[in-house]
């Protein structure tokens, strides 16, 4: 008996990351996994926004508020602590409550979508304008000095657990940042095709209509946005980690609209689109860096703009709907009703 949809794209997800995991650390030298530690990184907090926007129906222009929450929360404390268990935690701990209490305001204030994009946008400017400012002497919590505009460098990286004279090395930074991908992806999967997430998906498609069917809409887009920052938290934790430094640019606008162009890019409403919207960009802004062909942000948004005028449904949908006549024949019981995949 051949596979259904489903566990196709299971079994397709299962050896991409079996060879994630497996193969780079093997095949290439140091340097390379430090470089692509980075994009795993930023891969995962696609996925976040991926969740909140792509299933949950929510534009949250200031996904990076989330991203930089959980960055600053671990560089100040591990700065105090001199070990990185506890800021993990809060450097995941804090995002969430930051989104439950936004969240709480926005959704029981039955907030429209186009202000909850503003308000999410201007929060993430509010911090952005807040770090900057706290450049003194002055503007210290414990042993930590903000910086300001100057960030806070040198930061300790992650070790073993209870162990500060035990960081973990590059390859090790690597396998964590693959595994925390790997399990991100795997979970959300889950997510979407659990009870919750289905009843997600139908609020994302007729909100009235599941408040009408006796859900708890404000309850579930709550969730939804509380799950998207712990992810969104994780990511900068491990961002932070990786480069040993954290400035307030994590808040701006210009990082935030490039999380917007990786979902579009990659295509909306699933989860491996984003996942190759953000390593396509970030190598091409890399590339674009060291080549000094253009400027970044004026190529970033002469991309959003094609694509939202001639791929509008992104990379992967593109390219799903152009396979599926030749997979419909090869393989017919892929075509079969209720077969979809979230991808």
Known sequence: MRPSANQAGLLAATAAALVLLVVPPLAFEVFTLVNATIYLIMATL??????????????????SMFYGLGAYAYAVTVL?????????????????????????????????????????????????????????????????????????????????????????SFEGMYLLAAAVLVATYFGLRWL??????????????????????????HRHKLWVLMIGAGIAGLAGVLSVSWGSFVGPNVFSIVFTAQIIVWILVGGLGTLIGPIVGAVAIQFLIAWLGEAKIADTNLVLGALFVLFVLLVPKGLVPMLAERLRPWAARRFPELAEPGSGDPL
């Open 46 to 63: 696609a996925l976040s926004l991926a969740l909140v926007w792509g299933f949950g129906g929510i534009l949250c222009l200031g996904q």
């Open 80 to 168: 105090n602590t001199g070990e990185s268990t506890l800021p993990i935690l809060l450097g995941v701990a804090l995002p969430v409550a930051f989104a439950a209490v936004l969240g709480y305001f926005m959704f029981w204030g039955r907030v429209s979508d186009v202000y909850l994009a503003v308000i999410t946008l201007t929060v993430s400017l509010i911090l952005f304008h807040l770090i900057n400012s706290t450049a003194g002497d002055q503007y210290r919590i414990g042993e930590a000095l903000l910086g300001g505009y100057n960030g806070l460098p040198g930061l300790p990286p992650i070790n073993w657990p209870g162990d500060p004279d035990r960081p973990i």
């Open 192 to 217: 979407l095709h659990s009870h919750f997430g289905r009843v997600t998906v139908a609020i994302r498609e007729n909100e009235a209509r599941a408040g009408l069917l006796g859900y708890d809409v």
